[in-house]
């Protein structure tokens, strides 16, 4: 377990540095282009919409992984630069549009070369016995801190909320803190695991050896499920801006302030979750999740400000849970075939499709129709992707 364990710092960094341009692009720029600028909402989701596309290059990263997984630190680091460059073209004229899209068409392809290679340190670490838990936890628990930094940043700089001035500043020093992602490339043993070293280690017996029909079949469906139950990419943009329309900066201010405690919610249902013993009927507990996510969700149309803020805190803790049983069982169906890096890369093709359909939907809709109705869409979409679960093959 040596090899997997010299690997766990690497997992712990990127995610660290990917979760604090998460927060940085969904909590903050949607407030900052919607409601400081006041862009064109039609314009900015046609930008989205070409930016997203490059998301599509997650399958063929998972196929060039598999082939080339001995050069994983030179294309780690590669692709990390040319993720801190892209923060270079946002911040060289922020009320551009144009340069918008690039900065997110660069660090989307930056952070999904990034994202494969780790996929693949994932997949083959995945034969080891608790390992792929481990390993989706300390990626979560990283991700949880990251989203403390910019929350942070900004409540210092940012004490003017109407000064384009100091919302440059805050993006600037987010720039900067991209920087660290760099020593992933030190630290990441670029070492495929052998099968001389797995049979000298306790091992679980892969999912792909065992005989299970109707592996394309499973396949379908399990990208349909991540496809629906994804639907919520339909408010992520419009979502902040809503919040800073309707609570005033206030609320805006406390929904930050409580944002990386949300996300230490969803990483305590994927502690929860990690405790939960794989059984035949876990279909039914993936479930129940989803049923009291979609419920809870259906509230916030109705909620006021200390409402909302309850219901997202306890939504992030049950779609913690939710989250962590599908990963697993995303990872066990990317298990069935020989290539299981284009297999996982395919299966989160299906959450990038959602993204690159929902984002910019949600930003041309909001524009026209309010943000309850399409809360609304989200609730049934979520609800829907239990049918295929249903369908799937029961490991």
């Not at 995610?15 to 282009?33: E, K």
């Not at 049950?318 to 890369?345: C, H, P, W």
């Amino acid at each position: 377990m040596d090899l997997l364990k010299s690997n766990y710092l690497s997992f712990f960094m990127v995610y660290l540095i990917i979760s604090l341009i998460n927060t940085f692009i969904i909590l903050y720029i949607p407030v900052f282009m919607l409601e400081i600028l006041n862009v064109n909402r039609i314009q900015l989701s046609f930008v989205q919409f070409l930016s997203y596309l490059t998301l599509f290059l997650g399958p063929i990263t998972g196929l060039f992984f598999d082939k080339f997984s001995h050069k994983k630190k030179q294309l780690l680091l590669v692709s990390s630069l040319v993720l801190i460059i892209s923060f270079s073209f946002f911040n060289l004229n922020i009320d551009n549009l144009s340069y918008f899209g690039i900065f997110l068409s660069l660090n989307f392809t930056s952070r999904l070369i990034i994202k494969a290679g780790m996929s693949k340190l994932m997949l083959e670490a995945s034969q080891f016995r608790n390992a792929k838990k481990n390993i989706i936890l300390i990626s979560n628990v990283s991700a949880s801190i990251g989203s403390i930094i910019p929350i942070i940043i900004f409540n210092l700089i940012v004490y003017d909320i109407n000064s384009i001035d100091l919302w440059t500043s805050f993006f600037n020093v987010c720039w900067l803190m991209s920087f660290p992602i760099m020593l992933t490339f030190f630290l990441i043993k670029d070492v495929s695991l052998n099968e001389d070293f797995i049979t000298e280690t306790k091992i679980i017996k892969p999912l792909a050896q065992k005989k299970i029909e109707n592996k394309r079949l499973s396949l379908v469906l399990i990208l349909l499920a991540n496809f629906l139950i994804w639907g919520d990419k339909l408010i992520e943009f419009p979502l902040t801006s809503y919040i800073f329309t309707k609570f005033g900066e206030d609320g805006f201010r406390n929904y930050s302030y409580l944002f990386f405690i949300f996300l230490y919610l969803n990483i305590g249902g994927w502690f929860i979750a990690r405790r939960l013993k794989n059984e035949k009927k876990s279909i039914i507990k993936i479930s129940i999740s989803i049923t009291i996510y979609a419920s809870l969700m259906f509230f916030i149309v109705f909620s006021n400000l200390t409402t909302f803020l309850l219901i997202m805190a306890a939504n992030q803790l049950i779609g913690g849970i939710m989250m962590s049983q599908f990963t697993e069982r995303n990872i066990d169906v990317s298990n069935l075939g020989k290539n299981t890096a284009l297999s996982y890369e395919l299966i989160r093709g299906s959450s990038l499709l959602a993204s690159l359909i929902f984002v910019p939907l949600g930003t041309l809709l909001s524009t026209f129709v309010p943000l309850e109705f399409l809360i609304t869409i989200v609730v049934v979409m979520s609800l829907f992707s239990i049918t295929p679960l249903y369908f799937l093959k029961k490991y």
